[in-house]
């Protein structure tokens, strides 16, 4: 049971383009260097990445901008929510990191107290066909986080690409009747086990996360990071937004939009008091929800290792080696070492 | 540079700076960040080249507020932007040593800095000690705003809506512009709305037509903005072209000038007149 098939790589193509008929199919494409999900055109080069795509999922379930609710003068302003929608889709070639986002986005819109009716709608309507990765990018550190680039977990169906097409395998009934088809070639192989490296960027507990609430090392990490909101947004576990009511003659929409808890306006309340207003607060409000507040609230860090904070971030600063610098922080502070001389450089 | 740090050193040494505000080299990657330089290390990697393209003068409020003495590197560009942050009296000069250096332009993704183009001045306008060589520096020719001058007002408008439709609005422009400073930005304001906040077409125009008009006459040209943009938006141009508006009217262009008070925030007799004349059509 649940053997690996093959298909050649030609096949690929044409097995996607039959999925069209049914299905709206998101695959990886390269724009300008940069891997990022979209509707796949039939005819179109078929292509993955062998690493991290460079724009995460979230957007596919947790969208930048999304009318909640609509309203009009004739109808006297009264709230009409919005149905949820969309024909069946299928996203080929995410990878464990992305399963492991959208597990996260899962444990807080719907295994919550309140459940998330227009994200349950786009994660029922979504069969997830992941590729499992060949090879580590440069700020790939999943392993550090509990998971390996080739694990399976949370995906419907499962591929890996081989030197000449591809070894698939199905996972749940919906991935396997979508697998149906006269290209996939019964074979006994298998994908090849690989040794991942891992140590890059190991952290420390939430409990020991926590101890560091009022350490001074908050202000050091601050000091040349911007607070804008950008690796909130390329993070997919950053899942805060905010309400807002569009108007635009006689009629309008309540929109949820992408918040971030970076920015100076996410945490200001009425009559003007700030909360988290100097960047140092902010800074350690991402990082510990990152590295313990998940933890405390859903059993489960919401760092998966993808690195894409990294990648976007407008002065190259990297967010996994100040949770490890963090790390060593704690280190020292448990041996009682002095604090001077801890301070490593900037990263 | 050799002698700049032995002069940081010494500095840092004897009391008169608490931290300065430089380059560093991190060896292994070869990559060039902005750190503070403290007193109890050596200063073996700091750096000032062509890969030194950020400007410092951003972080200069965060730590004039944590110590009482600042020392700071600075290029050209970041001087004309440490000038505009003077006259503005978000820094005191008493607070800061200026320590200027001929800068020989930087680079950007492999190939000369745009901005460097139309460099004002390789040495910053306002400075304690100066090391390197200071250059004669020409008449800006704003040679990318003519370009977008000379399209039509169709082809114009698709030229930016296409980039302002990428906008994510994560503020990182906002973040790192040293003029921009207001303790509630006007894109966070909730009432009245005047932006909103979502990432669409019509309100990340806005968003980018307002910044840059809270600019005019006060942007140093650093183009840290264009240079932090995670989507790539040639914000610049915006920038630019009024800057070239203002260097017409009033000849002048911001933060060079240290004495100067910005044009437009003083009423001149003299002072051009062009929208009542007619002659801005």
Redesign the interface.
């Known amino acids: 049971m649940n053997k690996w098939y093959k298909m050649k790589h030609a096949d690929m193509q044409k097995f996607v383009s039959a999925l069209t008929e049914k299905w709206e199919v998101w695959v990886p494409y390269r724009i300008d260097g940069k891997w990022e999900f979209g509707i796949y055109d039939t005819g179109r080069d078929l292509d993955f990445p062998e690493s991290v795509i460079h724009v995460s999922l979230k957007n596919l379930f947790f969208p930048k901008r999304r009318p909640i609710a609509t309203y009009d003068e004739n109808s006297k302003w009264s709230l009409k929510p919005v149905e949820p929608e969309g024909k069946p889709r299928i996203v080929i070639g995410l990878h464990p990191c992305d399963v492991a986002g959208i597990e996260y986005m899962d444990k807080v819109f719907l295994q919550s107290e309140h459940k998330d009716v227009m994200y349950a709608s786009e994660r029922k309507r979504t069969v997830l066909i992941g590729m499992l990765c060949s090879e580590m990018a440069d700020n790939c550190h999943c392993t550090d986080r509990g998971l390996t680039p080739d694990a399976t977990r949370g995906m419907d169906a499962a591929f890996a690409r081989i030197t000449d097409g591809y070894l698939l395998k199905g996972l749940t009934d919906k991935g396997k009747q979508v697998l149906r088809s006269e290209y996939l070639k019964k074979v006994d192989e298998v994908p090849d086990k690989k040794d991942w490296p891992a140590g890059r960027y190991v952290i420390a507990s939430p409990e020991e996360f926590m101890e560091m609430y009022d350490d001074k090392i908050w202000h050091e990490m601050s000091d040349i990071c911007l607070t804008c909101g950008i690796c909130t947004y390329a993070c997919p576990t950053c899942v805060c937004f905010l309400v807002t009511d569009e108007n635009f003659k006689g009629k309008g929409e309540r929109v949820t939009v992408w918040d971030s808890c970076q920015l100076q306006s996410y945490s200001r309340m009425a009559g003007g008091h700030n909360t988290r207003k100097t960047p140092a607060s902010r800074v350690r409000n991402r990082t510990l929800d990152k590295f313990a507040y998940s933890h405390l609230r859903y059993g489960q860090i919401s760092c998966t290792g993808c690195g894409r904070c990294v990648m976007v971030c407008p002065l190259k600063r990297s967010f996994p080696q100040l949770g490890a610098r963090l790390t060593e922080r704690i280190k020292d502070k448990k041996k009682g070492k002095s604090k001077s001389g801890a301070r490593s450089k900037e990263a | 540079m050799k002698e700049m740090r032995k002069k940081i050193e010494e500095l840092l040494k004897n009391g008169e700076i608490d931290v300065a505000l430089g380059y560093?080299e991190?060896p292994a990657t070869g990559?060039v960040?902005?750190?503070?330089f403290r007193k109890?290390e050596t200063l073996d990697?700091m750096v000032f080249d062509e890969r030194c393209v950020?400007n410092l003068v951003n972080?200069l409020p965060?730590?004039v507020a944590?110590y009482k003495k600042v020392g700071i590197v600075l290029k050209g560009c970041d001087g004309r932007s440490l000038v505009t942050q003077l006259v503005e009296h978000r820094i005191n000069k008493s607070q800061i040593v200026a320590l200027g250096i001929g800068c020989e332009g930087v680079r950007l993704d492999g190939k000369e800095a745009d901005k460097c183009g139309d460099c004002a001045t390789n040495m910053t306008p306002i400075v304690d000690y100066e090391f390197g060589e200071k250059k004669q520096k020409k008449d800006p020719v704003f040679s990318k705003v003519k370009e977008i001058e000379r399209m039509s007002p169709a082809e114009r408008w698709k030229f930016f809506a296409d980039y302002f439709a990428r906008c994510?609005?994560?503020?990182?422009c906002?973040?790192?512009c040293p003029s921009c400073y207001c303790e509630?930005?006007v894109?966070?304001q909730q009432e009245p709305?005047w932006i909103?906040?979502?990432?669409?077409l019509s309100a990340n125009t806005m968003w980018h037509l307002i910044r840059a008009y809270h600019l005019a006459g006060r942007c140093a040209d650093c183009g840290e903005c264009e240079?932090?943009?995670?989507q790539e938006i040639p914000m610049r141009l915006l920038n630019n072209a009024l800057e070239k508006a203002v260097h017409e009217l009033f000849g002048v262009r911001p933060g060079t000038v240290p004495e100067e008070v910005p044009p437009l925030v003083v009423l001149n007799k003299e002072d051009p007149d062009t929208i009542l004349e007619g002659k801005n059509e």
């Open positions: 560093r991190n990559e960040k902005a750190d503070v109890d990697d950020q972080y965060t730590l944590r994510e609005r994560c503020y990182a906002r973040q790192i509630i930005c894109a966070d709305k909103e906040p979502s990432a669409k240079r932090v943009c995670p």
